[in-house]
């Protein structure tokens, strides 16, 4: 959480000042997890017959806003990153498409060396920020 929290400032200083999702590999998350769990009270509505921990994001407030932690299993192990979604946005000359440029509305191709047929899904396009000093890599993350 410290290194979140540190993370999070350096971005505040370059103009942070709105909700950011942190997005963790679950083994991250797991630590993460189990900490907040053990930082749980029970209140009124424990039952003795079932216990329900956990959580499914850890959202708590800092200097820019909200912070939103998640996990992804697009997050290789060791990094973290933060983001802020609305920054963020979709530019290429093309979208997902099945169509192949120039070969008009035929998507299905034959196998050259086999009886059958081929899909391709097409794409040119890119993730581009136009706050890239909003966005955070944290990494060195040691996962005990």
């Known amino acids: 959480m410290t290194k979140i929290t540190s993370g999070v400032a350096k971005a505040v200083e370059k103009g942070l000042d ?3 999702k942190i997005l963790v590999n679950p083994r991250t998350w797991s630590n993460l997890m189990s900490d907040q769990a053990a930082l ?3 209140d009124g509505s424990y039952k003795s017959e079932q216990a329900e921990n956990g959580m499914s994001t850890i959202k708590f407030h800092g200097q820019n806003g909200v912070i939103e932690i998640e996990p992804s299993i697009h997050v ?3 990094f973290a990153y933060g983001v802020v979604i609305d920054d ?3 530019v290429g000359s093309s979208d997902i498409t099945f169509k192949r440029p120039g070969q008009g509305d035929e998507f299905f ?3 050259e060396a086999s009886a059958g047929y081929e899909l391709r899904s097409y794409c040119d396009q890119a ?3 136009s706050c890239p000093g909003k966005m955070i890599l ?3 993350i040691v996962n005990a």
């Open 18 to 20: 709105q909700d950011i």
């Open 109 to 111: 191709r034959d196998l």
């Open 127 to 129: 993730l581009f920020s």
């Open 40 to 42: 749980r009270k029970f």
């Open 88 to 90: 963020l946005i979709r």
């Open 138 to 140: 944290f990494f060195g």
């Open 76 to 78: 290789k192990e060791g």
